[in-house]
């Protein structure tokens, strides 16, 4: 029985999963924010090339 619990607290304490979980939120965190950042950049491009297409001289 002894052993047994020995077992459980020893569990308990091992934090390799928790560190892993860790890592895997940071990553997650990175991913939406270079996604999100990539969408503001195509936006803006987009407003910039169709400005500049604006400007250009219309050809038959």
């Known amino acids: 029985m002894q052993k047994t ?24 965190l990175i991913a939406v924010a270079i996604i999100a950042g990539a969408g503001l950049v195509g936006t803006n491009l987009n407003g910039m090339f169709n400005a500049i297409a604006g400007k250009l001289p219309q050809t038959a």
């Open 5 to 28: 619990l020995d077992l459980i607290r020893a569990f308990a304490r091992e934090e390799d999963g928790v560190t892993a979980i860790e890592y895997g939120l940071l990553a997650a």
